[in-house]
């Protein structure tokens, strides 16, 4: 949608700035780029798609606070009903939820054969399947499992959780890194350009994040997440290495540069 105006403006003359959110470039940004006085983008090596003279590193805004310090974990855990005593995974896979997510923890469920789960896990179903996860887990009730289809407190969630599984949205993986919280992402497969994959790459080969391929998930992601939490050195090794990614002051870095493109008064 902005295009347009965006296109006619460049021809009008007037200066525009752009930013793109993924490690991947988006066909409009690609073709605004041109003109753009100036490129804000949230990952590194983006000259691959944009003059490298006109990029300026600025992460992506989010709405909210999110930071390492956070909620009180004490309180978060009472929220959700959990206790000190186990670790816990945030399953998060977006308002309207995802297949793929919502069928590993049915897997991994049904894997547990009627026995407590060995770790609490938050899990968000997504408002479009709620229902049918409902359905599943009043027939196969299990502990330890907090089940909804939003998650009305991040903060809180954030703050319980030991490790995430999730989608790598681009502001999802914003989030993540000023969180600092260790993560295992699930890409989208279902996004232009496999954009979501991308993303999740660009953390992955900074050792930031794990990632497991969407086909993968069912089988392997829960197990390869329960694994994980035996590993203190590992978990503290991806929250050091997913927080030195983090911009706390996007939104302040992109005001400025657009600051810079006014005219300036006589």
């Known amino acids: 949608a902005s295009a347009p105006v965006l296109w006619a403006a460049q021809r009008l003359g007037v200066p525009t700035v752009i930013q793109e959110q993924n490690s991947y470039a988006g066909l409009t940004n690609k073709i605004l780029a041109k003109r753009a006085k100036r490129i804000c983008v949230a990952y ?14 600025t992460g992506n805004p ?12 004490g ?3 009472e929220y959700y009903g959990f206790t000190p005593d186990l670790p816990v995974v945030l399953v998060v896979g977006g308002s309207l939820g995802t297949r ?3 069928e590993m923890m049915k897997a991994w469920i049904l894997a547990l054969e009627g026995a407590d789960a060995p770790v609490q896990v938050i899990w968000q179903t997504g408002k479009y399947y709620e229902r049918e996860m409902c359905e599943f887990l009043a027939q196969h009730p299990t502990a330890n499992i907090w089940q909804g289809p939003f998650i009305d407190r991040m903060d809180y969630a954030y703050a319980a959780a ?3 599984v999730s989608r790598s949205g681009a502001c999802t993986v914003s989030e993540l890194c000023l969180v600092a919280k260790p993560t295992l992402f699930v890409p989208s497969p279902n996004v232009a350009e496999d954009h979501q994959t991308k993303n999740a790459r660009a953390l992955a080969d900074k050792g930031a994040a794990l990632l497991i391929p969407d086909s993968e998930a069912v089988a392997r992601a829960m197990d390869e997440a329960v694994g994980l939490l035996k590993d203190p050195v590992r978990l503290a090794e991806l929250s050091r290495n997913i927080e030195a990614l983090a911009i706390p002051d996007s939104a302040e870095r992109i005001v400025n540069e657009i600051e810079r493109q006014l005219p300036q008064s006589k």
């Not at 590194?44 to 590193?57: D, L, Q, S, V, Y």
């Open 162 to 164: 030991d490790l995430v």
């Open 44 to 57: 590194e090596g983006m000259e691959r798609f944009f003059p490298a003279g006109r990029i300026t590193m």
């Open 75 to 77: 309180e978060a855990l």
């Open 100 to 102: 793929s997510l919502n």
């Open 62 to 73: 989010l709405r909210g606070r999110f930071s390492k310090e956070g909620a009180d974990r």
